[in-house]
């Protein structure tokens, strides 16, 4: 099983590598990249799986975003990703478990939107992810609309209608 374990306890070129075998080095040319473009990752919701040999199989990262609405007011939220894991490890629960904790987290008293670029089967079937309050919104470059998820303890709070972009303050 998974050893989860603090992503700033992990060396920052472990982890670029990590995401360069899981997403290939060109992963920095994706609409996620420009969405959390001069952020950092938020530390307690970012985290390593370590293997049974205590050797990092994989990571997450979360990220703050905002939705910025049609009148110019900025709804801040946490992107979730990317969930990377070395090949070797996937199929295994590494994600899974990744996952789980960094959603666990999230501070129940002020819980943000959670939003991610995914596969909507799966993100929706174990932790809710929906693309339903997502279909007016718009990222800073291409992506497929079925992709863009969101996880709210109230959806119906969201905008229709907004851009996606980096929470700069």
Same mark, same amino acid.
């Given at each position: ?8 306890? =992990? ?5 670029? $590598?990590?995401?360069?075998? *899981?997403?290939?080095?060109? /992963?920095? %040319? ?30 997450? $990262?979360?990220?703050? =975003? ?7 007011? /900025? ?14 490890? $996937? ?9 789980? *904790?960094?959603?666990? *987290?999230?501070?129940? /008293?002020?819980?943000?939107? %959670? ?19 997502? $279909? ?10 079925? /992709? ?22």
């Amino acid at each position: 099983m998974a050893n989860i374990i603090p992503l700033a306890d =992990v060396s920052p070129n472990l982890v670029e $590598q990590v995401l360069d075998i *899981a997403f290939e080095p060109e /992963r920095r %040319q994706r609409t996620a990249y420009k969405v959390r473009e001069g952020t950092e990752a938020l530390p307690g919701l970012s985290f390593a799986a370590l293997d049974e040999d205590d050797l990092l199989a994989g990571t997450i $990262q979360c990220w703050p =975003v905002a939705l910025t609405d049609a009148n110019g007011r /900025r709804h801040p939220m946490i992107m979730v990703g990317p969930v990377a894991v070395l090949p070797e490890h $996937q199929g295994r629960g590494y994600g899974k478990a990744l996952m789980t *904790a960094s959603l666990a *987290a999230i501070d129940p /008293r002020a819980p943000l939107a %959670q939003v991610m670029i995914g596969d909507p089967e799966y993100y929706g079937r174990f932790w809710g992810f929906s693309n339903e309050a997502t $279909q007016g919104w718009d990222l800073p470059g291409p992506f497929e609309r079925s /992709r863009l998820l969101v996880r709210a303890e109230n959806p119906a709070v969201l905008p229709e209608k907004g851009t996606l972009g980096p929470w700069l303050g």
